[in-house]
């Protein structure tokens, strides 16, 4: 449905906004003219207006008809009726989106190979014909996914981060051992590498490099990853995949004024040969066999597994799959390939005879042909005008704001405006927070400057409605409810971060240390007239860490991880204020792959008294998260333990048209018991229940979540009114 298509699932594959775009922008001009988009958008600035409703008012074509006349259109180029010849070796799953990728041969016969699902994060399976077994899980791999094995050793590539500047990061080398299990990073972990290939003899690593003005090179490396030999390529080719490393010579796909071409490089000379007639169309993932070189291509609408004779140049198809045929294998005399059907992929096998011979020919692309773009190549279009470089004014278009996100980290419930300059060496952040434990107020706003290391920042917030709920003043020394007129305050900082990007593998992981200087002004008269205005200097320091498993699409929480924040403010006079929090999680695997279980041990120290029994000037805004179904009390020491449960219940793909999509229901059971100590007597809080919640998409555009929460006070102090209920709202953002 369109409502689906816009809002994505969580159930079925569903085509980004860019397909969908695609498709509907191209069938709109088809029918409409090329000129249509123009005077659409047009109006909808000078109007003020939804594109949805500009398209209807010119066309008579809203959002919703132009999709289902899109897809009517597209039925026409598929068969109603489409059964996959070939016998499965490997079957979809209906009910968990699965995919499968390049194939490769191990020497034991068996069939190890990339595999992703819903439910599942990447990883690489051994199927020796009747079991499969799962290897190791890689971290992030190129878009372009690719390994390559020989002799029991697998080879990729990685992102990894640069230590400390958060945009810059490195494709390197890893390498496992299959028969140990141990993976390791091979040589200088700052490179820029794709494409890494085996050499015939398994001694040598042939691979792409790509420079910082995205020239690429051919590298030659030895087996401990130290360069051998390189050849830099002329600018304007690109190498799209490496099919075979011969001591010297390189066998690649080059690609060139918007054809594919395979091709032989003489590293040593530069030297290139032509293995086989140029494309039009993407040569993708080639593997050779014998005299003959095997990959997928595009012949008429459908990408097929297409076979090269190197002899006689003959190209043959070798599969007539519904859909799309790609990543081939060849084992004995018969193909593997994989096949995309729909609602996901399937590994099939078919004897190794072709269907017909072709000749390279231009793919029909829906609407292109009618269209008259089809032939006509922009690359000699573009300009070669050479512009006048100067350095770029920091300033320029200063702090534009690029985003908003909602700030939900209990007690605290808020929104944030994010700002940038164009290259992000000035970031802001305008804030609003609500702290529900003293139902305060909070307008702040900060400044980072990000060009240096560590980061520094200026910043300053203005609190309303200040309630410490410790003690009334004038601070006596009886502890009790503050119930009295609240205050205002103001904050005014500065400070340093010291980001540390640790992400590695299939774990993302952060560690952060920050330190700010403040001033602070609290309005104690607007309490009581008898009061003094408090004004003093305070230091703070933060450590945040956390080190996750990376999530798969259907999983709520990652089944491992640990994040901990450690916060501690305190005044220069210590005798004015002080305040120690430490919050964490740890993440654990529930019964099932999309199940979780949480642990959160929390603590705070805030000690009403000083050294000499005298109390606390002040009192810090309280971001200690309450127990569930509580108010949090004033205590010197707070612990909290919290124990959750996650689980998804229904993935309804349904909703209101234009109003919301409903995506996925799922419950999470707790329990939560918290443990206070006061000079006047200790209190406990105990309570268990469930929360549903639901993923939604609000307008076709923005995710949200709305939760609803039952609990059961245990304790005996909620004896008259155990049972309580709550409406979660989680914040949506784009």
Do not use: C
């Amino acid at each position: 449905s369109f409502e689906k298509m816009r809002s994505g699932s969580f159930k079925d594959p569903v085509p980004s906004h860019y397909v969908l775009g695609y498709h509907m922008t191209s069938y709109m001009e088809m029918v409409k003219g090329t000129l249509a988009w123009d005077k659409i958008t047009n109006r909808s600035i000078k109007k003020y207006g939804l594109i949805s409703r500009s398209a209807k008012k010119l066309y008579g074509l809203n959002n919703r008809e132009l999709y289902a006349a899109t897809i009517s259109h597209l039925d026409d180029y598929f068969e109603e009726d489409i059964h996959p010849k070939d016998s499965a070796l490997l079957n979809l799953e209906p009910k968990n989106f699965t995919q499968y990728e390049l194939p490769k041969l191990a020497k034991d016969g068996s069939m190890i190979y990339l595999k992703n699902t819903y439910k599942n994060i990447p990883a690489y399976y051994r199927f020796n014909g009747k079991e499969e077994e799962k290897i190791f899980e890689p971290g992030i791999l190129h878009s372009e996914h690719w390994f390559d094995l020989h002799d029991g050793k697998l080879i990729w590539t990685e992102f990894i981060p640069n230590l400390i500047w958060e945009n810059e990061d490195y494709s390197s080398l890893k390498i496992l051992d299959i028969e140990s299990g141990k993976a390791s990073y091979l040589g200088n972990k700052k490179n820029k590498f794709f494409y890494p290939k085996w050499d015939v003899n398994g001694d040598k690593i042939g691979l792409i490099e790509l420079g910082e003005n995205t020239q690429q090179s051919l590298v030659l490396l030895d087996k401990n990853a130290s360069e051998i030999k390189r050849l830099e390529l002329d600018p304007g080719i690109f190498i799209s995949a490496i099919v075979k490393v011969d001591g010297s010579k390189f066998w690649v796909v080059k690609n060139i004024d918007e054809q594919s071409q395979l091709v032989e490089y003489g590293i040593n000379t530069g030297e290139i040969r032509s293995l086989g007639p140029p494309f039009n169309a993407i040569i993708r993932h080639p593997v050779i066999h014998g005299s003959s070189i095997y990959f997928s291509t595009t012949v008429g609408i459908r990408e097929q597994i297409v076979r090269l004779n190197l002899e006689d140049q003959e190209l043959e198809v070798m599969t007539d799959a519904p859909f799309r045929a790609i990543d081939p294998l060849v084992k004995d005399d018969e193909l593997i390939y994989i096949s995309y059907e729909g609602i996901g992929y399937t590994i099939r096998k078919k004897a190794l005879i072709p269907i017909e011979n072709i000749l390279p020919q231009e793919p029909i692309i829906a609407f292109y042909d009618s269209l008259g773009r089809g032939k006509k190549s922009i690359i000699n279009d573009v300009p070669t005008t050479q512009h006048i470089t100067s350095p770029f004014k920091k300033s320029k278009e200063f702090l534009q704001i690029h985003s908003w996100v909602p700030q939900v980290i209990p007690p605290n419930f808020g929104i944030s405006l994010l700002l940038a300059n164009k290259m992000g060496t000035f970031q802001g952040e305008l804030t609003y927070v609500y702290n529900s434990n003293e139902g305060a107020s909070q307008f702040s706003g900060r400044l980072n400057y990000a060009q240096i290391y560590p980061k520094l920042f200026v910043g300053a917030s203005h609190t309303l409605n200040r309630n410490a709920n410790k003690v009334e003043p004038p601070f006596d020394q009886v502890p009790g409810f503050f119930s009295g007129r609240p205050w205002s305050e103001t904050d005014v900082n500065t400070g340093a971060i010291l980001p540390f990007y640790l992400n590695r593998g299939k774990w993302s992981r952060f560690l952060s240390f920050e330190a700010s200087g403040h001033y602070l002004m609290a309005n104690l008269n607007e309490y009581s007239n008898t009061l003094s205005n408090l004004s003093f200097p305070y230091l703070k320091g933060r450590l945040i860490f956390y080190n996750l498993k990376r999530r798969s699409k259907r999983q709520i929480n990652t089944r491992w991880g640990q994040s901990v924040l450690f916060d501690y403010s305190q005044s220069t006079d210590p005798s004015i204020a002080s305040q120690f929090y430490f919050l964490s999680t740890f993440y654990f695997p529930g019964l099932f792959k999309t199940h979780s279980f949480l642990l959160a041990p929390f603590y705070k120290y805030e000690p009403f008294s000083y050294t000499d029994n005298t109390n606390y000037q002040y009192f810090f805004l309280d971001a200690y998260p309450s127990n569930y179904g509580y108010d949090r009390p004033a205590a010197e020491n707070s612990y909290r333990i919290l124990a959750k449960y996650t689980m998804p219940l229904w993935y309804p793909d349904i909703g209101v048209t234009g109003l919301a999509f409903f995506k996925r229901l799922y419950a999470s059971a707790f329990y939560d018991y918290s443990y206070y100590t006061r000079p006047d007597g200790n209190i406990e809080q105990n309570t268990i229940g469930l929360d549903l919640n639901i993923d939604m998409v609000l307008l076709r555009v923005y995710p949200f979540q709305l939760g609803f929460r039952g609990f059961y006070r245990l304790d005996n102090a909620a004896a008259n009114d155990p049972f309580g209920f709550e409406i979660l709202f989680y914040g949506f953002s784009f």
